[in-house]
């Protein structure tokens, strides 16, 4: 894909495309970003050659967030999306960094394993001009 040519430069989610509770994230991403965000789902063909690629075995209950050239996982990713949005959201990064990974990631899981009693399924569709911010978008 060319806009994804300088892969080192982009700031990609790699989210769960059956979860509802995943899709309404993205959703609200895409409307309180103030970086430009790239996404997918795991289970594209992207997803998982490039997640291959950075060692990873994909755990479904897992957000990866790729910003940059580094990888992050789980919390880490939750937070660090939450940096470049607008409104309160960055509050969730400098909050969040005062608490040991584990301990984040301990309550990510809680969240992660209740996510389709949270949310039921849906897909993200999105708006005409967003389209080109999902890497493997099929109309």
Not at 57 to 74: A, N, S, V
Not at 103 to 129: E, F, G, M
């Amino acid at each position: 894909m060319e806009r994804l040519k300088n892969i080192d430069d982009k700031r990609i989610v790699f989210y769960d495309g059956g979860c509802g509770f995943c899709n309404s994230s993205v959703q609200r991403i895409i409307d309180k970003k103030k970086k430009t965000f790239y996404f997918t789902a795991i289970q594209s063909d992207f997803a998982k050659e490039f997640l291959e690629k950075q060692g990873v075995k994909i755990d479904m209950t897992t957000l990866y967030y790729w910003e940059k050239g580094k990888l992050f996982d789980k919390s880490s990713a939750v937070i660090r999306i939450a940096k470049d949005m607008k409104g309160l959201y960055p509050l969730i990064y400098y909050f969040g960094i005062l608490f040991p990974k584990p301990i984040r990631d301990y309550i990510y899981l809680l969240v992660a394993r209740n996510r389709h009693k949270i949310k039921s399924s849906h897909r993200v569709s999105p708006k005409k001009d967003g389209e080109e911010l999902f890497i493997d978008y099929k109309k």
